[in-house]
């Protein structure tokens, strides 16, 4: 591996810009692995709250119910402060940014772990979530400035995987805790991962640092809100919480305050997320390509132990092992995708791999009370195969025609996108699956295993209709991040 030549400036720089030097060999080899943990604690974390549900609403003396804030604070923490962690990283340097998100990211999962009510645990998971927030986006930012676009492709990949694995083990683990120690080693799991983090950061992540324009202030302000208010509305949406004047009424106000950042960025030279990134052909398709083929994926993690718990009766622990064969096949697939990019293309792979995602997520639709498990678990194994490659084509695909200086916007785009189609996503299997099961017939398993795989099929066939979308990318499109690869191995 090779880092890419960029000029930056240390933070010991005085105003004029320098070159820094390389990462050494150690560096380079470990910062995959880094990030990786950064990622994986992100991801863990969701996943293995929402199993300690139940049991910390007891503690706390709360409804069930009123956990949806503990859930939804945090997905609005990550929507709010994403846009700004591409400034920041370039104001305040790549090292310090990661290190800060970690620490945060630790210090808020202390925090929750010893709240004594639910009002302190909603701050304290918005605290988690302005760490978590800077973890993703500035992680894969420092792997753009770290590596060659030639070797994208395998690191991205590589860095994904912990993404898939974390809510794979999180309702194994989540179980686990709940039955043999308390719900707040739930949190305390993140506090010694986060500390040899921190030291990892400050032994090998290169620190990046770019001149900086000012801060859109007024953009933070707009698009921030419109964001936060809208996955808002996308949380309670189904739970009846809010009557259908104040759901459509919240709506109005959010998609307005986004249209008017939409003005108000054609407006001013420096904008908090430059749009004009979408003018890009290969940055349009992977990031409008990877929102709305989220969308259909996107709720398989919130279907799939649905399925497995109520409907077909295995417990917990029986349903996230049925789900680990799609992290094994992420794990024991990742050294094919680079060659398969190089061969078949970005265009190739990312029309014929989202079809084939479409028609697995319609094979979900056939599992039943009969159907073997081993046929569960083979089509576990395909299915995260595919993911993977999905992911992977489109996680890279968006530098293929970046140039360095809007690393940090495409990261800053990219990262917000798909947090706001990963909630778009669970929302949308939710209100399929609420739509095809009448509320009379949720104790029913035959019904709600119906209803599943209705919701399978209105989610697969969105995805096949998602490749619409990769029809714009042209042959030749990111071969300067797939081809050198494969070249060099040969």
Known sequence: MRPS??????????????????????SIRLLPWLVAVAFFMESLDTTILNTAVPAISEALKVAPLSMKSVLASYTLSLAVFIPISGWMADRFGTRR??????????????????????????????????????????????????????????????????ALIGPML???????????????????????????????????????RERTNPLDVVGLILFGSGVALLSYVLEVF??????????????TISISLIAGYELHAREIAFPLLQLSLFRIRTFSAAVSGSFFTRLGIGGVPF????????????????????????????????????RVLARIGYRGVLISNTVILGLLLLAFATIGLHTPVWTIVLLAFFYGAFTSLQYTSMNTLVYADITEEQTSNASSIASTM??????????????????????RTHSNPAQLIHGIHEAFVVLGGFTVLSTIIFHKLKRGDGDNVSQQKVLHAE
């Open 303 to 338: 279907l799939l132990p649905l399925l497995y718990q109520v409907g077909l009766g295995f417990t917990p622990v029986q349903s996230g092992l049925l789900i680990m064969p799609q992290a094994i096949a992420a794990m024991s697939t990742k050294f094919l995708l680079p």
């Open 5 to 26: 030549s960029m000029n930056v400036i240390p933070l010991n720089s005085g105003a004029a810009a320098t070159s820094q030097p390389p990462p050494g060999p150690s």
């Open 418 to 439: 798909q947090q706001m189609s990963i909630s778009f996503g669970v929302a949308s299997a939710g209100l399929a699956t609420a739509f095809f099961i009448p509320s």
């Open 97 to 162: 940014v990661f290190a800060s998100a970690i620490g945060l990211f630790t210090l808020g999962s202390f925090l929750c772990g010893i709240s004594s009510n639910i009002h302190l645990l909603v701050a304290c998971r918005i605290l988690q979530g302005c760490g978590g927030a800077m973890m993703v986006p500035v992680g894969r930012l420092t792997l753009v400035r770290t590596f060659a676009k030639s070797e994208l492709i395998r690191v991205m990949s590589f860095v994904a995987i912990p």
């Open 238 to 251: 189904g739970d009846h919480a809010l009557s259908t004047r104040e759901i459509l009424g919240l709506l």
């Open 170 to 208: 999180g309702p194994i683990a989540g179980g686990l805790i709940v039955g043999y120690l308390h719900w707040r080693f739930i949190f305390f799991v993140n506090i010694p991962i986060g500390f040899a983090g921190l030291l990892m950061v400050y032994l090998h992540l290169p620190d990046y």
